[in-house]
């Protein structure tokens, strides 16, 4: 049932005072004249509604979430407590700078927490979300190259195993991609890539590890063979929790880094964002950076802009509460905490794939770091049985099913990330699903097509969705429908 | 040191043995070896949750909490009603992902179904999407939405918000687009120059309704300037003026977007906020970033999906239209929340104290000499003349406790944008009004 058909009219909340001044209202010419139609509820009735609306979602806390490449960790409690402080909720983004020395002092404590993580000089909190992180970091490459009046640098390179926000980044900044084809191995084929670079290669994006799970162990040539073709390196943060506290970006010779405070940082998903993909870089790129940097000046905080600023990517300083959120876990993580973070995913990813390895195909043979990938392309021909079967089986154990189809390049994918977060009971159970699963692929295939049949709602059908768009609900066709009961 | 992992020593060494190594170290034998971390990072020692608590508390208070604000400029102090706290704290509709496995995800879904009716509604527009960062990116990504071969040139208001300005420049630069700003004239758009520059070339036109300074645009006669040249119509939106203030729909505008923050998100010095995207149905497959659509499941049943992905970069790759990827699904629920609580009666009613507290303000403060700089119809900002220098001004609301309009730089240097919400009471206006006549 949707909100809109709860409550009856003229019911609601008594939420305002009367008015205390004389009423103005606009003049005709700009008085609305659509009615308007939201829901008329109670407060219980809202309750209730989103009450049901929660059990009928999956999120960290209801079971295992080995979604790959999301790094679904545990969302600590305490970084809610300090993100509601009313010290940080309640400050106006434009109020005086005197005002706002504790946010500037979260900013700048992030900003250097972040910076000895990634090996980076300076970093900016606008972009939103990791995507907006890529968008940005491409516009300072671009800012970069044509501040030396270096224009025909239009290409970057991306491998073919890229998040597809890379490729889509890329165009959004008037780029054109160059795919480079990975080797048998996973790695990046430094032949073909090294036929890809020229005097048109604006720079590199790049995953380590990549969404194999895999660490490009050719990382230093690769970075190098950009940097002596002109270009410049950008890294893709997605998968930093493998790594932070062990290696860092900037040693592997990348000149601007993103981060999704929303992964690494245990910073919660909320259903879709609000994430935070601050943007990091070297000393030589910091001119290009968005506005407005922390600055600390005599004991005291300010704002300055960058001399080459690309400029602004949102309004103000970026999703605020989100850092302090990550703040807050590094604080509680400290320098013993970090690696300790990444060595532990790491060891959860391989022992699970180590239990699996005998009965799912995969395909690269390298220890993998957080996430591993499993190709299920010989059980479907076996089969019948498809990587969307399992995954779908998987929601009948009550476990968020692994990333599915991705990456690209390996056939009937499912990625796996069992996070440092998660128990070895829990990786064992769901080690046992899996198995079980794999059995039952082989004795009861049509029961896998069938799958789920104990969630909220079954598959859906998603065809019929994309061709007969419904978008919103139609209130008109809704008041006929009551017209129409009413004739009978 | 606290670190939320689980592994006892004992269910390592579990673990080492079934991979059949000594120690974790081993796994990283891919990484070269010349630049591998050797020492510790150069950071603090981690802490208890007590020590970080304390911590991040004692930051916090260096901030001001003003409990008096007459300051918006595109961040509003509105009431936030304790239903909206209490639904998004619910821990699976705030931890879970992006709603990928429909299956489970029902909730996530069909709150964001809700969500686009209800942006549908307030705007009077035919298609609403789950959400993009904030207003300016919205107002940005519209922008890009109106890029065609032959039209790549975008008309912007400079009456609009100087950050909103400053973003669509920043993706103008990304995308190639040519931006052309349109002059103020009297604290609106500079009509003249709008009929004298739109050519064939043009894009789109865009402007703030009510603007920055809080002025009402002309913005019946922009839209038949824009229409005559076939170009499209963007329109930037306060969505709790649309409680009393005709609908960009009804001002003929093919795109609405606007930053959804004062409907039930707290300031938070600036994020996260959330920006709105609707338009006219024919831009349906323009839109970016997700859309849920209704569907039936296997059951029959009714449920929702994220459609229309075949626009998106996941699938289209280099090809869509934009990368946007994350939304503010949870600032999108709080929205929802609080419209569902305000209610249609509720949100007018909100609008129209809006409205009356910023005239009986302005009217005050006329009153003692902080004369309008201009004189159109407004909702609930205004620009005055300061009668003593603005620094002075701000600094004495602000030693009784009071965050007094922003004043205005450039051009505008020693004028004050003053905003009031339905938070402001008469009493509150009147203390400022005693304070001023002091300075």
Not at chain 1, 413 to 433: C, N, R, Y
Not at chain 2, 125 to 134: C, E, G, K, L, R
């Amino acid at each position: 049932m949707l909100i809109f058909e709860r409550g009856e009219k003229g019911r609601g909340l008594s939420l305002l005072p009367e008015c205390d001044v004389p009423e103005v209202l606009p003049d005709d010419d700009h008085l609305r004249q659509k009615p308007l139609h939201l829901p008329e509820v109670s407060e219980n009735d809202i309750c209730r509604h989103y009450t049901k609306l929660d059990k009928k979602s999956y999120g960290v806390n209801d079971g295992f979430y080995p979604l790959g490449s999301c790094t679904m960790k545990y969302n600590p409690k305490v970084n809610e407590d300090m993100a509601a402080l009313p010290g940080f909720r309640e400050i106006h983004p434009l109020a005086p700078l005197s005002s706002i020395q504790g946010c500037m002092e979260i900013l700048n404590t992030a900003e250097n927490y972040l910076c000895e993580i990634t090996g980076m000089d300076r970093m900016t909190f606008q972009p939103a979300a990791g995507a907006h992180g890529e968008f940005t970091g491409l516009l300072m490459i671009k800012a970069y190259h044509e501040s030396r009046g270096d224009t025909e640098r239009k290409k970057i390179i991306v491998p073919d195993s890229a998040h597809g926000t890379n490729p889509a980044s890329v165009s959004m900044v008037g780029y054109t991609m160059v795919s480079v084809k990975s080797r048998e191995d996973g790695g990046v084929d430094l032949d073909e890539l090294r036929k890809a670079v020229g005097e048109d290669t604006a720079g590199l994006m790049l995953t380590n590890p990549n969404t194999l799970g895999l660490f490009d162990r050719h990382i230093l040539e690769i970075t190098q063979i950009i940097h002596d073709a002109g270009g410049l390196t950008y890294y893709d943060g997605a998968n930093l929790n493998a790594i932070m506290g062990m290696i860092r970006p900037g040693d592997m010779g990348f000149d601007i880094v993103h981060l999704n405070l929303h992964k690494t940082f245990s910073t919660p998903h909320g259903g879709g964002g609000p994430g935070s993909g601050p943007v990091g870089c070297r000393k030589f790129m910091a001119e290009f950076l968005p506005v407005n940097l922390v600055k600390k000046e005599d004991g005291n905080y300010t704002f300055a802009r960058p001399e080459h600023s690309i400029g602004r990517v949102r309004s103000f300083y970026g999703n605020f509460l989100v850092v302090v959120r990550a703040l807050t876990y590094l604080f509680t993580l400290g320098r013993e905490g970090v690696p300790s973070v990444a060595k532990h995913a790491v060891l959860n990813a391989n022992y699970m794939m180590e239990q699996l390895r005998d009965v799912y195909d995969i395909p690269y043979q390298a220890p993998c770091m957080h996430e591993f990938v499993m190709s299920l392309e010989n059980l479907k021909k076996e089969t019948k049985v498809s990587a969307t079967d399992i995954a779908k089986a998987l929601l009948d154990y009550g476990i968020h099913p692994p990333t599915m189809y991705f990456p690209l390049i390996v056939k009937e994918a499912l990625m796996a990330e069992p996070v440092e977060t998660e128990s070895l009971a829990t990786i064992d159970e769901a080690v046992q699903a899996f198995r079980e699963l794999y059995e039952k692929a082989h004795t009861d295939p049509e029961s896998l097509h069938q799958a789920p049949i104990h969630t909220p709602a079954g598959r859906m059908d998603e065809l019929r969705a994309a061709r007969h768009l419904i978008l919103r609900y139609d209130f008109d066709e809704q008041q006929k429908g009551d017209t129409n009961d009413k004739n009978h | 040191m606290g670190s939320y992992i689980p592994a006892t020593d004992y269910d390592t060494r579990k673990m080492l043995d079934a991979i059949g190594i000594e120690n974790i170290d081993e796994l990283y034998r891919e990484l070269p070896d010349r630049v591998r971390l050797r020492g510790n990072l150069n950071l603090p020692k981690g802490m208890s949750e007590l020590e970080v608590s304390r911590k991040i508390k004692e930051i916090s208070e260096k901030n001001v909490v003003y409990p008096i604000v007459f300051r918006g400029a595109g961040a509003y102090r509105h009431y936030i009603p304790s239903v909206v706290n209490s639904v998004i704290s619910k821990e699976s509709l705030s931890t879970a992902y992006t709603p990928y496995q429909p299956e489970i995800s029902q909730g996530v879904l069909q709150s964001i179904f809700e969500f686009q009716t209800m942006i549908c509604e307030l705007t009077g527009m035919d298609v609403a999407n789950a959400s993009v960062y904030d207003g300016a990116a919205a107002a940005a990504e519209a922008i890009v939405m109106c890029q065609k071969r032959k039209r790549d040139k975008a008309f912007i208001s400079e009456t609009m918000h100087p950050q909103v300005l400053e973003t669509m420049k920043t993706y103008c630069f990304g995308n190639e687009i040519e931006l052309v700003t349109i002059p103020e004239k009297d604290g609106v758009t500079d009509l003249e120059f709008l009929d004298d520059h739109l050519d064939e070339e043009t894009a789109c036109v865009c402007i703030q309704h009510p603007n920055y300074y809080g002025n009402l645009e002309p913005a019946e006669e922009i839209r038949k300037m824009v229409k005559k040249r076939k170009a499209r119509f963007i329109m930037s939106v306060n969505p709790i003026s649309l409680g009393v203030l005709k609908t960009p729909a009804e001002y003929g505008a093919d795109i609405a977007v606007g930053e959804g923050q004062p409907m039930g998100l707290p300031l938070s010095f600036g994020g996260p906020y959330l920006g709105f995207m609707a338009c006219t149905k024919d831009l349906t497959r323009k839109l970016p970033g997700r859309i849920a659509g209704e569907t039936v499941d296997s059951n029959g049943e009714t449920g929702y999906v994220l459609t229309l992905q075949a626009r998106e970069q996941h699938i289209r790759r280099e090809k869509a239209s934009s990368n946007v990827c994350s939304n503010q699904a949870l600032c999108a629920l709080a929205i929802s929340v609080y419209l569902s609580a305000m209610g249609p009666e509720g949100l007018k009613q909100a609008a129209v104290q809006c409205m009356s507290k910023a005239h009986y303000m302005a009217q005050q403060l006329e009153g003692i000499g902080y004369k309008l700089v201009n004189y159109h119809e407004f909702f609930h900002e205004f620009v005055t003349e300061s009668k003593a220098p603005v620094d002075q001004v701000m600094r004495k609301l602000e030693k009784s406790r009071i965050l007094g309009g922003y004043p205005l730089q450039g051009d505008r240097k020693g004028q004050i944008l003053w905003c009031c919400t339905e938070m402001n009471t008469k009493e509150e206006i009147d203390t400022v009004i005693r304070i001023l006549k002091e300075v």
